[in-house]
Antibody
Framework: QEQLVEFGGGVVQPGGSLRLSCAASGFTFSSFAMHWVRQAPGGGLEWVASTRHDGSNEYYVKSVKGRFAISRDNSKNTLFLQMNSLRAEDTAIYYC????????????WGRGTTVTVSS | QSALTQPASVSGSPGQSITISCTGTSSDVGSYNFVSWYQQHPGKAPRLMIYDVSYRPSGVSNRFSGSKSGNTASLTISGLQAEDEADYYCGLYTSGGTQVFGGGTKLTVL
């Protein structure tokens, strides 16, 4: 079945970097847009970034623009999120999510990986 | 990005119907039909329940329905069941490829 598994979370100091990965299986990865969504402790969902099925376009929430970069390797069925200049407010569970097509709706989600930014 | 306003909490008894609102402005909810709703149980990943205002993905019960009027989108759950108790988030795609979620509503089944 369709499955997403995130890797790469951890504890990092403010100003540090992390690279999250999301391994996809059970569907034709290259046919679907992909997204990252985060959820701060006790908080709501926040959309972070999206990329089209072919990686031709990238979109970001204003608070991470210039610091985060979403990318994908369709040959390896993997989505990435490079996070630089991390701040305390980036602390969250980061979910990888598959689009229903090449749109804006997320129908398959991973279990999430936790990022903690703390000194 | 836009801000979508949801009530912090709603409640209902089994068998009843409840509606969760998601209010934006004429520039976002009022201008776009790219509204979605997600259900999230504690400790779990979200689940897509409604997209394009009123469409249900395969596998979602027809007890869940979506609508929109003016600047407010709504999720209605009929025949409330214990397993419906969860957090619900509205989502909206706006121009430029960006998206925003509402603050979330905690549904309690009494």
């Amino acid at each position: 079945q369709e499955q997403l598994v995130e890797f790469g979370g951890g504890v990092v100091q403010p100003g540090g970097s992390l690279r999250l990965s999301c391994a996809a299986s059970g569907f034709t990865f290259s046919s679907f847009a992909m997204h990252w969504v985060r959820q701060a402790p006790g908080g709501g969902l926040e959309w972070v970034a999206s990329t089209r099925h072919d990686g031709s376009n990238e979109y970001y929430v204003k608070s991470v623009k210039g610091r985060f970069a979403i990318s994908r390797d369709n040959s390896k069925n993997t989505l990435f999120l490079q996070m630089n200049s991390l701040r305390a407010e980036d602390t969250a569970i980061y979910y990888c999510a598959k689009d229903i097509a090449d749109s804006y709706y997320m129908d398959v989600w991973g279990r999430g990986t936790t990022v903690t930014v703390s000194s | 990005q836009s801000a979508l306003t949801q009530p912090a909490s709603v409640s209902g008894s089994p068998g009843q119907s409840i509606t969760i609102s998601c209010t934006g402005t004429s520039s976002d909810v009022g201008s776009y039909n790219f509204v979605s709703w997600y259900q999230q149980h504690p400790g779990k990943a979200p689940r897509l329940m409604i997209y394009d205002v009123s469409y249900r993905p395969s596998g979602v019960s027809n007890r869940f329905s979506g609508s929109k009027s003016g600047n407010t989108a709504s999720l209605t759950i009929s025949g409330l069941q214990a397993e419906d108790e969860a957090d619900y988030y509205c989502g909206l795609y706006t121009s430029g490829g960006t998206q925003v979620f509402g603050g979330g509503t905690k549904l309690t089944v009494l």
